[in-house]
């Protein structure tokens, strides 16, 4: 019988390429969205069909992390044989202005998942979406074993959930895992972090549509993969005999200012002639460098990225050129073809056409 899996932030962008990968390993997947006055489901259109017709395996629920009765009635009804847990106020910025917020859905969102997956009885695996800003200033790399020290109300409240998930393992002996992932981007990521605001600046730059990029610290470090591996990876934790705690990233740091020049650099740019700094994108306190370990993923997952940094950033910049209504340059398509020709649909998988045409998302009662 094909297994059922239930996510939450199906409509973000990781819950859109789960959702992907799910269906092509013939899953019956269901996903909880929040209701919206309009539509929030253009990362999910191009793989949804009306429920209502033979053969339909995505299903679409209302529920929102900051109520446990709609959570509870779902798991209970639906029974999933996997859950991923990836909804959050995921913006670590935002979360210096929303901190009660942010509390309330990336942490207590987690408390009110497990509570209904422990109330309903139902034997079911549980993986948390952690994050690498639990370890803030804890020197680089780091593993499994790195002592935490969040630098944000969004890295202390992903620290909760990452607490709470073990707790529940150890107290309840749930299935429960964290994958603490290091930073995956891809052209759906959300359009306010800094990769794809600059890549998307360089498309609009090129088109003529923008001649200015604000942004904050150039001189933060990330650990920078390609979102659809991560993936891959988040389930491959699932499938362990046990529940247990992986690290996923690439091994690799480059600046934010490494990210402009490749970027800019690769459409024939020099970002210097159009950056220029707001203070409002600075941050209380920073995350300066976070690159990962992820020995442990590599020996125990067999989890392996193959996408690159310069790579990463040539797949986004194509991306965000044909979005923009421009010809890619061609190098990101390329490698993606050689590299991952695989489940997942590379570009930000709606064209502007196909998000107002009928065969819109339809969301189950
Ligand atoms: P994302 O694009 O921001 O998606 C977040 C999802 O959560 C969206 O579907 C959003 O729904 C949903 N959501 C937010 N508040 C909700 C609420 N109150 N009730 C129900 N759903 C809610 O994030 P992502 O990049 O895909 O990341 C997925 C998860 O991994 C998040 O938990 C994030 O914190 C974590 N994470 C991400 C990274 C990364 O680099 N991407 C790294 C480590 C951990 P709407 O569409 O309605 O807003
Ligand atoms: O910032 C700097 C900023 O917002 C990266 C989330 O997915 O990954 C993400 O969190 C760096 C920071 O990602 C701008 O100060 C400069 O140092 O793209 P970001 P993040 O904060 O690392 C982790 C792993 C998660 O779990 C989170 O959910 O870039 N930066 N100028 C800027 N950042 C933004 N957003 N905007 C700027 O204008």
Redesign the pocket.
Known sequence: MAKRALI????????SYMAELLLSKDYEVHG???R?STF?TQRLDHVYNDPHKPGARLFLHF????SGEQLSNLIYNVEPNEIYH??????VRVSFDMPEYTGD??AL?TTRMLEAIRRSGIRTKFYQ?????MFGSAPPPQNESTPFHPRSPYGAA?LYSYWMTVNYREGYGLFASNGI?????SPR??ETFVTRKITRAVAHIVAGKQQDLYLGNLDAKRDWGY?PEYVEGMWRILQQEDASDFVLGTGEEHSVREFLEEAFSYAGLDWERYVKTDPKYLRPTEVDCLIADCARARHRLAWEPRITFTELVRIMVDADLEAAGLPAIGEGNKILASKFHSWHQWNSSVSPASQLVDGRVRVME
């Open positions: 939450t932030g199906i409509t973000g962008q990781d819950g909880i969205i929040r919206a929030n529920g929102d992390l900051s990836l909804g959050a106020q995921s913006h859905t990336t969102g979406a952690s994050s690498s800003e992903k992932l290091f930073n995956h981007e990521r959300g979102a």
